[in-house]
């Protein structure tokens, strides 16, 4: 059974930093490819950025420049280091197992974990 648990959110003043992980299990984490997504307030869920197998990786327009998506396959983890927050980073954020031939998995959601909260105050 695949299980995501996502870590690391909190809440943080515009313009600081936040790492955040998810811890993968019930499948072959090396073998797939992994996504970030974040759901704000009253919204729906939104891509945020995908890491293939070989560790090729993608971001959205609103994040690139300021997240760095990672993975450690020994720790069956990946990672999103985010900068440069800002308020409208606000969100619940999700980390999602996607088929690497679906990559960069812009329309993944599922399976997908619980989520952390990530809050960023003006």
């Known amino acids: 059974q695949v299980q995501l648990v996502e870590s690391g959110g909190g809440l943080v003043q515009s313009g600081g930093s936040l790492r955040l992980s998810c811890a993968g299990s019930?499948?072959?984490?090396?073998?797939?490819?992994m996504t970030w997504l974040r759901q704000a307030p009253g919204k729906g869920l939104e891509w945020v950025s995908a890491?293939?197998?070989?560790?090729?990786?993608h971001y959205a327009n609103s994040v690139k420049g300021r997240f760095t998506i990672s993975r450690d396959n020994n720790k069956n983890a990946m990672y999103l280091q985010m900068d440069s927050l800002k308020p409208e980073d606000t969100a619940v954020y999700f980390c999602a197992k996607c088929d690497n031939i679906r990559y960069p998995c812009t329309y993944v959601r599922e399976p997908r974990g619980q989520g952390t909260q990530v809050t960023v105050s003006s």
């Open positions: 019930g499948f072959t984490f090396a073998n797939a490819a």
């Open positions: 890491i293939s197998v070989g560790g090729g990786t």
